[in-house]
């Protein structure tokens, strides 16, 4: 079982940064392939980013490929999303999610663990 815990979520304007991070519980951390995926109010639940648990390869939608990066610390049970030059469309909840196994998956039901979310707003 692993619990997981977003935070860094907020308002900003448009152009701004920010990092969103995942705490997660338990010792087997690093097995866990880790991503973000964030659903808009009226949307469907929208991929954006995947790690695998040594972090040694990654994999990002297209809708945010070169403003965001995943990236995780596995000794501090951490995985991060840093979102630069944020748009309003990318206001959204954004959820960390945590899958057993390997290869990055972009689909929302293969994933096993899912925090509570956390808000993102984008003003123009």
């Known amino acids: 079982q692993v619990q997981l815990v977003e935070s860094g979520g907020g308002l900003v304007q448009a152009g701004a940064s920010l990092r969103l991070s995942c705490a997660a519980s338990?010792?087997?951390?690093?097995?866990?392939?880790m991503a973000w995926f964030r659903q808009a109010p009226g949307n469907e639940r929208e991929f954006v980013a995947a790690i695998t648990g040594t972090g040694s390869a990654t994999f990002t939608a297209d809708s945010v490929k070169g403003r965001f990066t995943i990236s995780r610390d596995n000794a501090k049970n951490t995985v991060y999303l840093q979102m630069n030059s944020l748009k309003p469309e990318d206001t959204a909840v954004h959820y960390c999610?945590?899958?057993?196994?390997?290869?990055?998956?972009?689909?929302?039901?293969?994933?096993?663990?899912w925090g509570q979310g956390t808000q993102v707003t984008v003003s123009s």
């Open positions: 338990g010792r087997t951390f690093s097995s866990y392939v």
């Open positions: 999610a945590a899958r057993s196994g390997v290869g990055l998956r972009t689909r929302s039901y293969e994933y096993d663990f």
